[in-house]
Structures are given as C-alpha cells and as structure tokens.
C-alpha cells in the first residue's frame, strides 16, 4: 500500500513537473515514490540551498511552480537562505523537507516551523490520513499569494501505509483582480485624463506587469499615449515596441535615458514595487512630475506616488487604453521627438584598464556580440551585476534572472543555472557570477554543468575581490583585507567537473566563445569563461550606492 510519503509524491506530481534537492533521512521515502511511481524529473543538486534555487530559477524562467527537498535539521536549516530570497522575490515553490517524529523532537532536531515563519514562509505538516489534501493545500497557498511554503513530513509517518491515493480538488488559482469601487474608477479616469494632457508620457513596467500577460496592452496603451517607455531589471523586454523603449531604470540605466525619464511630466507604473534600486534611491523623477502606480499590493509603495489604483497590470492597461482610445496628438508625440537609441548607449571602455588587466565594460560588450540570441541570463549577486544588466539585451522578462537580490545574498548562480536548464531545455543559459559567489556556492558547479550540458556557459568577473565591499568600505578606510580573494583559477575548476575553462586575459581569449557558440550543443562542453577583470572599474550603480552611502 502506497506511504503517506508516497501519497505526497504522487499528488505533488499531478501539478508540478520538476523537483531538485538533496536526498537524505527526512525524504527518502518521498524520493523513492518520485521516482518508481511519477514522471516528475527530479534533479539532484548538492547543496540544499541550491534545491531551493534552482525551483526558484524554474520558477522565473517558465512560469511553472516547481518543488525543492530536503532531509530535516541540518539540511532543511541550509535552505533557509534561498527561502528567505523566494519569500521576498514572491516566487512560488513548494519545499518538501523531513520533519520531527510526531512524537517530539529528537536531539538533533529544530523547530523548523519557527525558522521557516521567520524568513516568511508558511509551513503545511502532513499527517497520516491527510497527506493528499494537505499537499494540495500548499501548492494553492503558495500560487495564491505567490509565496514559497514549506510541506513537512514527520520522520515516523513517512513510511507509514496510508491507503489507495485519495482524489483530491487541484489548487485553486485565484483570478486577476480588477479595479473595484468608485473610487478605483475615478482614478482610471484622472489617470487617462492625465496621460491625454501629458506633454512628455512615460510608462514604466516590472516583474508584476509581465506575470500578469499585460505586454500587447501596455503597448497599445504606449501608442495611445506617446509614452517612452521603460522596465523595471525584473521586467524588461515586457514593452514590445523596443525603438521607444529606453531600457532599464535605475542604475543599470543609461545616462541618456535616466535623463530623459526625469523630463517626463507623467508617469505612470505597472507592477513594479519600486525600490531604491529603481528609484535611483529617490531621483528617477523629478519633483513635481505626476506619479501613479499600479500594482496588487494593498497601497502605493513609494512615497512618489500621487495616485494608486489597485488591480491586475493588464485589466488595468486594457480600461486605459479604452479610455484613451480617442485620443489624438497635436504634432509629434514625444517618443518621436528623441533619439532613443542615443539615450541608451553605454560607455563602451577599454580594452584594458590602466593596472593591465580587462576592462569589464569592454567584456562585457564583446560577450554581448557573441551571445546566442536564444539565451536565458541567470546572474548571480554582487559588484559584477551591472554589466550582464547594462550590456546584455534579453528578448522578454523571463530570459533575465537574478536570484539572491531581493534578499541581498550572493552565491545562488550556480544552482540557478541548473532551475533554468531544466525549465527551458532549448535555451542558452549564460550565468554571470563573480569570484565571490562562484566560490560560496561552488559545491554545485558540478549540478550546473551536469544540467546544462553544452546548452550552459558561465562568465566569471573575476576581480580577486569582494569588489561591493572594496568600492564602498574600502573607501571609507576600512581594512581592505578581509574583501580580497586570493585569484582562484575557475577553469581548473570547469575542467576537474567535465567542462571546459577558459582563463579570459584579452578580449582577444573571447574568441573561444565565438567557436562555442557555432558549434552543435550537442557536440560542445559547458563552457567557463573565467575573466580577469581590473577591480578599478566601478558600476554605474554602484556609484550610486557610494553616493548615498558616502
């Protein structure tokens, strides 16, 4: 007769298609049911942080909620990091861990349900006649309010015989919602009324905006208006008239653009929440310039913000655009008033820095030349981050990732790649990393290489440092000591796991991505681009960051 683990795998399975982890004590049986009696792949990875990752990485690149596992005590307590990032990104995903026996806590255990409460995520405990439902649950929970949850196995009923699989109702998916009330209404109509009198129309679109499909409504509503327009870095691409598009805002942005943001006179915001980031920590607009936001959280969430409808991006984009259907311009609409692909340039640097080694900007565009046009970026945290941002263009919002920034961790690249390879198949997954990062989480080079196979290439910036810390601390006179890396070799690594590593002196080391990507995937290796970037070039953003700091 099927376990109450069992009964958890196979009604897992019947909703979600990709699960990754460590397999040990706490969910052994579960692994076992998943495997002999379910089609859902599983992935081993070898870190439980890299679980958690790579269903978060699935996730955002497919749309599909996918599950992680873990055994209980020291492999769920692992977890723990990735969590709080997936709490804080709202990205659904169900981790399946082993738990106490219901009997009580045995020496080597945890009160996991307060350690997972206190990064944010809900935890659901199977019991041995409610495991199915249970199960189902925590899925509903978590695509409800877009939030990971925790599915905890108590050690003693894992094995325990539960009987023939009950049917079980699938999660319920909540419906996008609309505007609502009087007020809600008259705000749509003072909002289309401001975007008919703007002299200078702006739209600006995030993550939000893409989840909820609202792309051919919000360039419809571009054309209504005459707006320029812009993403969030979760959102770009969501607008699909890319000549009017002036990238991304904040500091990845260009100076032409972020210049030509702050002229607008109105502007309106879809699905993104935004953050400092964005906001260029409180100057992307200037004062006096008429801000509305839309978005599901239950009010604005900038102090910018004049006017707030709450709903879903595209219902709301689509009442806009009936609004403003009528609407005609006296002359040129602004758009068509400036050199968009002016105000998008970025530095192009040098070949090298003044200490001899790569300048990052340079890199960074020369890989950008060479890069398939079907690849999926998966970034890593840290200094480096600007430069996949700044140089890399991606097709859509869901072909540009970046794990670990809503919590502000580093060390979730390489798990990333493997959520991603599994999630989209037929893409290039390019991971953009530093030395740093690479290293905290180098145990699964092995599961990115493994997953990725020759559809998979990684580029390390790397500095030899800690280069936030450096530029920001250092600055201010502390020891520089303890944020330098002594230069590790990655392509020595790359070769010791079946890939191939490419130590990137010169641009002209580059070369080698150029024969990668004409080569058949399936004839190529993994490739590791380790480049020895100078630590004297400093991001855009992270100039910002010293500014404010300083």
Same mark, same amino acid.
């Given at each position: 007769?099927?376990?109450?683990?069992?009964?958890?795998?196979?009604?897992?399975?019947?909703?979600?298609?990709?699960?990754?982890?460590?397999?040990?004590?706490?969910? !052994?049986?579960?692994?076992?049911?998943?495997?002999?009696?379910?089609?859902?792949?599983?992935?081993?990875?070898?870190?439980? %942080?890299?679980?958690?990752?790579?269903?978060?990485?699935?996730?955002?690149?497919?749309?599909?909620?996918?599950?992680?596992?873990?055994?209980?005590?020291?492999?769920?307590?692992?977890?723990?990091?990735?969590?709080?990032?997936?709490?804080?990104?709202?990205?659904?995903?169900?981790?399946?861990?082993? #738990?106490? =026996?219901?009997?009580?806590?045995?020496?080597?255990?945890?009160?996991?349900?307060?350690?997972?409460?206190?990064?944010?995520?809900?935890?659901?405990?199977?019991?041995? !006649? &409610?495991?199915?439902?249970?199960?189902?649950?925590?899925?509903?929970?978590?695509?409800?309010?877009?939030?990971?949850?925790?599915?905890?196995?108590?050690?003693?009923?894992?094995?325990?015989?539960?009987?023939?699989?009950?049917?079980?109702?699938? =999660?319920?998916?909540?419906?996008?919602?609309?505007?609502?009330?009087?007020?809600?209404?008259?705000?749509? &109509?003072?909002?289309?009324?401001?975007?008919?009198?703007?002299?200078? =129309?702006?739209?600006?679109?995030?993550?939000?905006?893409?989840?909820?499909?609202?792309?051919?409504?919000?360039?419809?509503?571009?054309?209504?208006?005459?707006?320029?327009?812009?993403?969030?870095?979760?959102?770009?691409?969501?607008?699909?008239?890319?000549?009017?598009?002036?990238?991304?805002?904040?500091?990845?942005?260009? &100076?032409?653009?972020?210049?030509?943001?702050?002229?607008? &006179?109105?502007?309106?915001?879809?699905?993104?929440?935004?953050?400092?980031?964005?906001?260029?920590?409180?100057?992307?607009?200037?004062?006096?310039?008429?801000?509305?936001?839309?978005?599901?959280?239950?009010?604005?969430?900038?102090?910018?913000?004049?006017?707030?409808?709450?709903?879903?991006?595209?219902?709301?984009?689509?009442?806009?655009?009936?609004?403003?259907?009528?609407?005609?311009?006296?002359?040129?609409?602004?758009?068509?008033?400036?050199?968009?692909?002016?105000?998008?340039?970025?530095?192009?640097?040098?070949?090298?820095?003044?200490?001899?080694?790569?300048?990052?900007?340079?890199?960074?565009?020369?890989?950008?030349?060479?890069?398939?046009?079907?690849?999926?970026?998966?970034? #890593?945290?840290?200094?480096?981050?600007?430069?996949?941002?700044?140089?890399?263009?991606?097709?859509?919002?869901?072909?540009?990732?970046?794990?670990?920034?809503?919590?502000?961790?580093?060390?979730?690249?390489?798990?990333?790649?493997?959520?991603?390879?599994?999630?989209?198949?037929?893409?290039?997954?390019?991971?953009?990393?530093?030395?740093?990062?690479?290293?905290?989480?180098?145990?699964?080079?092995?599961?990115?290489?493994?997953?990725?196979?020759?559809?998979?290439?990684?580029?390390?910036?790397? #500095?030899?440092?800690?280069?936030?810390?450096?530029?920001?601390?250092?600055?201010?006179?502390?020891?520089?000591?303890?944020?330098?890396?002594?230069?590790?070799?990655?392509?020595?690594?790359?070769?010791?796991?079946?890939?191939?590593?490419?130590?990137?002196?010169?641009?002209?080391?580059? #070369?080698?991505?150029?024969?990668?990507?004409?080569?058949?995937?399936?004839?190529?290796?993994?490739?590791?681009?380790?480049?020895?970037?100078? =630590?004297?070039?400093?991001?855009?953003? %992270?100039?910002?960051?010293?500014?404010?700091?300083?």
């Amino acid at each position: 007769m099927p376990s109450v683990s069992a009964h958890v795998a196979l009604t897992l399975a019947q909703h979600i298609d990709a699960v990754f982890g460590v397999m040990g004590n706490g969910n !052994a049986y579960f692994l076992d049911a998943l495997e002999r009696e379910t089609t859902a792949g599983f992935t081993a990875v070898r870190h439980e %942080q890299g679980a958690v990752v790579a269903a978060d990485a699935h996730y955002r690149a497919s749309g599909r909620v996918a599950a992680g596992t873990a055994t209980y005590g020291a492999g769920f307590t692992n977890t723990l990091t990735a969590l709080a990032e997936a709490v804080q990104a709202r990205v659904p995903l169900v981790l399946v861990v082993g #738990d106490e =026996p219901t009997s009580g806590p045995r020496p080597w255990d945890v009160d996991q349900i307060a350690l997972a409460s206190a990064v944010g995520a809900r935890t659901y405990t199977v019991g041995h !006649a &409610d495991a199915a439902a249970t199960t189902v649950i925590a899925i509903e929970h978590a695509l409800t309010y877009r939030v990971p949850v925790v599915l905890a196995i108590p050690y003693d009923v894992a094995s325990r015989e539960a009987g023939p699989v009950p049917d079980v109702p699938s =999660p319920r998916v909540p419906s996008a919602p609309e505007p609502e009330g009087e007020f809600a209404e008259g705000m749509l &109509d003072e909002i289309a009324a401001a975007l008919r009198d703007a002299k200078r =129309p702006f739209l600006l679109a995030g993550r939000g905006a893409w989840l909820s499909g609202a792309g051919e409504a919000l360039g419809a509503l571009a054309d209504a208006t005459g707006a320029l327009t812009a993403s969030t870095a979760l959102g770009r691409g969501v607008f699909p008239a890319a000549e009017f598009d002036l990238g991304v805002t904040g500091g990845f942005g260009a &100076d032409g653009a972020m210049s030509l943001v702050h002229d607008a &006179d109105v502007v309106v915001v879809f699905g993104a929440s935004l953050n400092q980031f964005t906001m260029r920590f409180g100057e992307l607009f200037a004062p006096g310039t008429r801000v509305f936001q839309v978005d599901v959280a239950p009010a604005a969430t900038h102090a910018h913000v004049g006017g707030f409808v709450r709903g879903d991006a595209r219902v709301v984009a689509e009442a806009l655009v009936a609004r403003l259907s009528r609407t005609s311009f006296s002359g040129l609409p602004w758009r068509e008033t400036v050199d968009v692909a002016a105000a998008r340039a970025y530095d192009a640097g040098d070949e090298l820095a003044q200490d001899g080694r790569i300048d990052p900007r340079s890199a960074a565009r020369r890989i950008a030349e060479l890069l398939p046009e079907d690849r999926i970026v998966v970034s #890593d945290g840290g200094h480096f981050i600007g430069w996949a941002n700044m140089y890399w263009p991606v097709a859509a919002p869901d072909r540009m990732m970046m794990v670990g920034t809503a919590f502000q961790a580093i060390g979730q690249g390489w798990p990333s790649v493997v959520g991603a390879a599994r999630a989209r198949p037929e893409s290039t997954i390019v991971l953009t990393t530093g030395d740093g990062g690479g290293l905290m989480a180098i145990a699964d080079l092995e599961s990115a290489v493994r997953a990725a196979g020759g559809r998979g290439c990684a580029v390390v910036w790397n #500095d030899a440092a800690y280069g936030a810390e450096v530029h920001l601390y250092g600055r201010k006179g502390l020891a520089e000591e303890p944020m330098l890396i002594p230069e590790v070799d990655f392509a020595a690594f790359a070769a010791a796991v079946g890939a191939e590593g490419v130590a990137v002196r010169t641009l002209d080391d580059l #070369d080698r991505l150029a024969s990668w990507v004409a080569q058949p995937a399936a004839e190529r290796p993994f490739l590791l681009l380790d480049l020895r970037i100078s =630590p004297t070039v400093i991001a855009p953003y %992270q100039q910002e960051v010293i500014r404010v700091n300083s």
